[in-house]
């Protein structure tokens, strides 16, 4: 029994002693970024195992948080601590721009034109993830920020047809409202981006995105009490008025808004393209469709789109650059996006991914993107977060019954240091 | 020598908690009052701006004035739902009845709780579609009186104080009764014996004999009122609540330093409420000590 114990021990020891060399050199790389939930998390799980696998000397460690969290708190503090990630998640525009001013990002120019890499994604995708000519971030796909999403049973029980105008969708909406429905599931709670990147999407719409981007820049001479911005968070205020939404919208988060959607507590929803990604997980069953916000009687493009480039950065003080970017060429490659594209009905900056998809609001999507005659940067990702949530504040109060010229010239005063 | 050493002695046995306190507590402290006087971004070059963060603080933020407002509301709320609610509990369940210690277990379990998942439990008791408050409107006719509790301005305070207080409450319990039951029986017997009611007794005997106490507990409840912080964090929205209207100064000086990246503005902001708690509760106490009762 004793001899037993004894080759179990030495057993044991050698294993230990094999191993150790091959523990000791493995890279762990630490990787942070905001998929929680939904169809992407699952494929991002698949993703990182198969890379392991074929990797076995680099383990990934994920840091996964709320978007929310994610973009106001959480990387930052994680760089703030001296304990940046080596890759990291970014929406493209202001944020990237932020994290090369900061010094936190490492340029992927000579990396990108290794292999003709960069020629594998959509020519598109640059303009995000470029600052002053260098790219810092490996683009991943593209959001729409926000868009009208819809039960197209309940819109073919009422014979409804998607809205061409603003005048089309408020009748569309009193039409349900009649029938004894809420025209449409809102969660606004936090700093309140759902019902901001929407009322951003109406300003840019409604003064033109030139003046939009001057606005939120805060170029000299402009103002949120511009007559053209209360105007469209007027269109918002009456929507309220009339009551087509549902109560405590900013009490209510946005996962919880997509759940009473889902779970047929209101005929609309808007939010971004991401609803895609968590219906084909929490609601598989469900028959909807969606539309671009409506075209209003302004000085924009009544075509445009909000959305943004979605993607990752490596750390410029990343001890793991390579590793880090084998991971990158891996998540981005065309054999994983078309997973992704299959698995979650986004779109992909990777080119060759688009015909991969079976969700047929894939098809959606691409159609808005294409149609789309410019494309307008959400205030939070776009432009500064404190201007940003000024003017997301001024969009809560409008959604809580507050005038929107008083709500405005609130946000003028609260950035009034920055001028 | 050895009386010399007797001296010292003393001394010794406090610098280890001198050397912590030194090293984590005055040193950050001090480094943060440095950094208000810069404009940083909490990396990268520091830049002296003077008084120019105190003059925005105390001047042209209304975030913060209104973050400062709530949290007063807050620690006045919290007097009634922490400490009266504290003090009566443990006045009613100091009689030696049967069930009452298990009741005073009760009343203290939610302390035990973490606060995140006591914020998460009370965000769904006000929430406005299936919020058991609601549903309870509802349940007896009251439907019109049902609102979003945390995204009506005029409540998400008072609702965060309720949760404070079923949190805290316990707590408060538990150092009244220890007071209650430190006060000799003979005082509240001879008060019964000459006729007194119970009432009488609570407010002419037991409450001005537990006044040390008392001081503390509204010492506590003031300086937790701006050590607040995971509540409201949770409760209203990663803080804030709609528009600001349930900021309180903690988390506005995090989304400062943090969000904005406003370091020097943040460190600012942690200074004003430093002072603020660390004057007014000093000022209290010297205060409350010339008017100390002994028995």
């Known amino acids: 029994m004793r001899t037993i114990g004894q080759m179990l021990f030495i057993t044991c020891l050698l294993i230990l002693l094999a191993a150790g060399p091959t523990l000791a050199d493995a890279v762990v790389l630490d990787f942070a970024h905001a998929t929680t939930g939904g169809a992407w998390r699952e494929a991002l799980t698949e993703i990182i195992r198969e890379f392991e696998e074929s990797h076995p000397d680099i383990t990934i460690r994920e840091n996964a948080m709320k978007d929310e969290i994610y973009e106001t708190v959480g990387l930052v503090s994680l760089f703030h601590a001296g304990t940046p990630p080596d890759v990291y998640f970014q929406w493209g525009g202001w944020l990237v721009e932020r994290d090369v001013s900061e010094g936190w990002a490492a340029k992927l120019d000579e990396e990108l034109a290794r292999d003709s890499w960069k020629d594998s994604f959509s020519s598109a995708a640059w303009d995000d993830a470029t600052v002053g000519g260098e790219i810092y971030m490996v683009p991943h796909g593209m959001d729409i920020t926000n868009l009208v999403w819809y039960n197209a049973d309940i819109f073919a029980r009422y014979d409804l047809q998607e809205p061409e105008t603003w005048e089309e969708f408020m009748d569309l909406c009193q039409t349900l409202k009649d029938a004894g429905y809420t025209p449409i599931a809102a969660g606004n709670k936090g700093v309140g981006w759902p019902m901001g990147n929407w009322a951003g999407h109406l300003v840019s719409r409604v003064i033109g995105e030139s003046a939009y981007d001057d606005l939120l820049k805060l170029e000299e001479g402009t103002s949120f009490s511009d007559p053209g ?64 916000t409506p075209a209003i009687d302004g000085q924009g493009d009544q075509s445009s789109m909000i959305g943004l480039t979605v993607g990752y950065m490596i750390a410029a003080d990343s001890p793991h650059f390579d590793e880090a970017a084998k991971f990158l060429r891996h998540l981005t490659s065309v054999e994983m996006q078309r997973y992704r594209v299959e698995h979650t009905g986004e779109i992909s900056a990777v080119r060759g991914t688009g015909d991969a998809a079976v969700d047929p609001r894939f098809e959606l999507l691409v159609d808005i993107t294409e149609a789309a005659g410019t494309t307008v940067a959400p205030p939070d990702t776009g432009y500064e977060l404190e201007v940003a949530y000024a003017f997301y504040d001024a969009a809560a109060k409008v959604m809580d019954g507050i005038d929107p010229a008083q709500a405005l010239q609130e946000a003028d005063e609260a950035i009034a240091h920055l001028r | ?13 406090v610098l280890p908690a001198l050397v912590v306190f030194v090293l984590f507590v005055l040193y950050p402290a001090l480094d943060n009052f440095r950094y208000s006087f810069f404009d940083w971004r909490g990396f990268g070059p520091m830049e002296w701006v003077g008084w120019a963060n105190y003059e925005r603080a105390l001047g042209s933020d209304g975030i913060f004035h209104l973050a400062f407002r709530n949290n007063i509301l807050y620690f006045l709320g919290t007097i009634g739902s922490e400490v009266a609610f504290g003090l009566m509990i443990a006045f009613l369940l100091s009689k030696p009845l049967p069930l009452f210690s298990g009741l005073r277990v009760l009343f203290f379990t939610p302390m035990v709780l973490s606060m995140t998942i006591i914020g998460i439990l009370w965000s769904y008791i006000y929430h406005p579609q299936i919020g058991l408050i609601n549903s309870l409107l509802a349940a007896v006719g009251q439907q019109d009186a049902a609102r979003a509790w945390l995204g009506d301005p005029q409540t998400i305070i008072a609702a965060v104080v309720i949760t404070s207080g079923w949190t805290y409450g316990g707590f408060f319990m538990l150092l009244f009764y220890a007071g209650i039951k430190r006060i000799p029986a003979a005082l509240a017997e001879a008060a019964r014996l000459d006729g007194a009611s119970e009432w009488k007794i609570f407010t002419l005997v037991t409450f001005p004999l537990l006044r040390p106490i008392l001081v503390i507990a509204l010492l506590l409840c003031w300086t937790g009122s701006f ?16 528009y600001h209207s349930g900021e309180i100064v903690a988390t506005w000086i995090m989304k400062q330093a943090f969000q904005f990246s406003r370091m020097g503005y943040g460190a600012a902001l942690a200074v004003i409420m430093t002072i603020v708690v660390v004057v007014s509760s000093t000022a209290y106490l010297l205060y409350s000590n010339r008017q100390r009762l002994e028995y």
Request: glycine content about 10%; overall charge negative.
């Open chain 1, 229 to 292: 911005v209360v105007e469209a968070l007027g269109l918002l205020a009456d929507m309220v008025d009339r009551g087509f939404f549902n109560i405590g919208v900013n009490v209510i988060d946005a996962s919880e808004a997509r759940m009473s959607f889902f779970m047929e507590q209101a005929v609309m929803h808007p939010i971004g393209s991401w609803l895609v990604s968590s219906a084909r997980r929490d609601a598989p069953e469900l028959n909807y469709a969606g539309f671009d």
């Open chain 2, 1 to 13: 020598m050895q009386r010399g050493i007797d001296r010292y002695t003393p001394y010794l046995f």
């Open chain 2, 227 to 242: 050590k607040a912080f995971n509540l409201f964090w949770v409760m209203t929205g990663e803080g804030g609540g709609p």
